[in-house]
């Protein structure tokens, strides 16, 4: 079975245009619903924040009707209260990748704060994207790839890649307050930005990077990393 390394944010705030802290850090839905999927295939999660800090929770995503509803709402905190490598991450700086057979960054407006110019995710998301091995990515996390760029140079350059857009930023009102927004930060490195309709489920694959533009879209990544995982593991037993 394989090993996967999930790094979220450290960041319990957001610094608006204004210089006021919007209350963030990661999305319930794009942990929860990833996390699930793994482990009920047999598969191990270990944690990894900025620091080492425990990560916080978007109290917003928990709202049942940013969750899908009052069930989904209490079936994701319950998969967070289970989560026990969420009460102690690795410091981010120590990780390792040759330890893990896939990496995955669910998102929220945290890595927005933090993992954006993050020299220690910078490095990981270098080294990961080289290894050929799953690297899954999604919502506002794909923010995280701004800290490759090398003497104006990301290794991300040329890929196919999906994120928050601005048009969903736009609809949350949070938009015009952000001191820059996704969509643009990735434009600047030389993605192929796609996007879906807004809200809906949305998953961009190229080579062994998976991306996924919204919280609707982190079930369908899971997905498609869970079917890369098994490619991986038939490939290695044949």
């Not at 601005?166 to 927004?181: F, H, I, S, T």
Request: charged fraction near 20%.
């Amino acid at each position: 079975m394989a090993k996967i390394l999930f790094v979220l944010t450290g960041a319990s705030y957001w610094t608006l245009r204004d210089g006021t802290r919007h209350p963030t850090g990661y999305w319930a839905e794009e942990f929860a619903a990833p996390y699930r999927a793994v482990t009920e295939s047999g598969h191990t999660v270990e944690v990894a924040t900025p620091g080492g800090v425990v990560p916080h929770v978007d109290a917003m995503s928990l709202r049942p009707s940013m969750a899908g509803g009052e069930q989904a709402a209490l079936d994701q905190e319950g998969v967070l209260r289970a989560a026990e490598e969420l009460r102690r991450p690795l410091h981010l700086a120590d990780a390792r990748l040759e330890d893990y057979d896939a990496v995955y960054y669910p998102g929220g407006h945290g890595p927005m704060q933090d993992l954006w110019d993050d020299a220690d995710s910078g490095r990981l998301l270098t080294a990961a994207l080289a290894s050929g091995k799953p690297l899954a990515i999604v919502c506002h996390a794909p923010a995280a790839m701004l800290a490759t760029r090398r003497h104006g140079e990301s290794p991300f350059a040329g890929y196919r890649v999906t994120a928050y857009t601005n048009d969903e930023e736009n609809a949350v009102g949070l938009a015009a307050r952000a001191r820059w927004l996704v969509e643009d930060e990735l434009v600047t490195l030389g993605v192929h930005f796609e996007r879906g309709e807004i809200w809906k489920p949305y998953v961009v694959v190229d080579r062994n990077l998976f991306t996924g533009q919204n919280p609707a879209s982190a079930a369908p990544l899971a997905a498609e990393l869970l079917k890369a995982l098994g490619a991986a593991t038939t490939g290695a037993s044949g």
